[in-house]
T-cell receptor
Framework: NAGVTQTPKFRVLKTGQSMTLLCAQD?????MYWYRQDPGMGLRLIHY???????AKGEVPDGYNVSRLKKQNFLLGLESAAPSQTSVYFC????????????FGSGTRLTVV | ELKVEQNPLFLSMQEGKNYTIYCNYS?????LYWYRQDPGKSLESLFV?????AVKQEGRLMASLDTKARLSTLHITAAVHDLSATYFC????????????FGTGTRLAVRP
């Protein structure tokens, strides 16, 4: 019973490098989300998806891109990393209504130097 | 724009005492969620409140929702050290994708 799996768990990038964070869920959930968590700011929504092949912008989308080619996977890309993107990134998924909240992944701690 | 405010932001309390965390939000909603996060860990769902007047209890924690006042409370009864964590409330206003907007969190430290 894996739930939501995020890889990698930790990563250090140099400014300007690119990377992709992978989120995989095995619960057949339609909706998937990427949040970032910064001290004192709670969680802020980056992008989300309401189904395979769909993506939409959240509150803080700049500098990120996403793709949802398969229902179970939601990828978050950083094309040119900046120190301001140092954060903990959480992926989450949920079923369509009735809505009982999110299931979160374990998080990816990203440091950009 | 939906704003979700929690207070206090930090709470240090003695074991055995009672306290309440407040979550206020700015836009009409009848869907509110409480999560717990231990240091360095992910978020764990505590309560799902889906209607005005909803009350849920689990052990020493009780959550309630007043949609008219746009207020939810998380009440802690006879705190124990194991309750030390950060608690987040999150609100869904029913927009496309059922997106949640989170409060900034309340860091709870229970001391002997």
């Amino acid at each position: 019973n894996a739930g939501v799996t995020q890889t990698p768990k930790f990563r250090v990038l140099k400014t300007g490098q690119s990377m992709t964070l992978l989120c995989a869920q095995d619960m057949n959930h339609e909706y998937m989300y990427w949040y970032r968590q910064d001290p004192g700011m709670g969680l802020r929504l980056i992008h989300y998806s309401v189904g395979e092949g769909t993506t939409a912008k959240g509150e803080v989308p700049d500098g990120y891109n996403v793709s949802r080619l398969k229902k179970q996977n939601f990828l978050l890309g950083l094309e040119s990393a900046a120190p301001s993107q140092t954060s903990v990134y959480f992926c989450a998924s949920s079923s369509t209504p009735p809505h009982y909240g999110y299931t979160f992944g374990s998080g990816t701690r990203l440091t950009v130097v | 724009e939906l704003k979700v405010e929690q207070n206090p932001l930090f709470l240090s309390m003695q074991e055995g005492k009672n306290y309440t965390i407040y979550c206020n939000y700015s836009t009409t909603s009848d869907r509110l969620y409480w999560y717990r996060q231990d240091p360095g860990k992910s978020l764990e769902s505590l309560f799902v409140l889906l209607s005005n007047g909803a009350v849920k209890q689990e052990g020493r924690l009780m959550a309630s929702l007043d949609t008219k006042a746009r207020l939810s409370t998380l009440h802690i009864t006879a705190a124990v050290h194991d309750l030390s964590a950060t608690y987040f409330c999150a609100v869904d206003i029913g927009s496309s994708g059922d997106k949640l907007t989170f409060g900034t969190g309340t860091r709870l430290a229970v001391r002997p």
